[in-house]
Nanobody, 126 residues
């Protein structure tokens, strides 16, 4: 059973930074892509960023491109989302996600991901 545990959320002022981490267990982490999604109250869950199995390819939503960076450490079974220049519209619950299969076609689709963490709240407010 794949388990994903996020950490690092919190309250930050506009323009600030946060670093989210996701610890994975239950299968060979390095064989699979990983993704981050977010969901604001009353809205659907949206793609934020994804990374392929070895970290050689990364993908971002247009809204976070240039501000957020996704990375992974396969030796530690972790994936990190570094968030800089945060804006109030980044406020949401952030979820780490792992796909069912090794071959991901649409990194930005929730349908590709079978396993989800419990989520961590990020609030950007002055």
């Amino acid at each position: 059973q794949v388990q994903l545990v996020e950490s690092g959320g919190g309250l930050v002022q506009p323009g600030g930074s946060l670093r989210l981490s996701c610890a994975a267990s239950g299968r060979t982490f390095s064989n699979y892509a990983m993704g981050w999604f977010r969901q604001a109250p009353g809205k659907k869950r949206d793609f934020v960023a994804a990374i392929n199995w070895n970290g050689g390819s990364t993908y971002y939503a247009d809204s976070v491109k240039g501000r957020f960076a996704i990375s992974r450490d396969n030796a530690k079974n972790t994936v990190v989302l570094q968030m800089n220049s945060l804006k109030p519209e980044d406020t949401a619950v952030y979820y780490c996600a792992a796909p069912r299969a090794m071959g991901v076609i649409s990194y930005d689709s929730t349908r590709e991901y079978a396993f989800w963490g419990q989520g961590t709240q990020v609030t950007v407010s002055s």
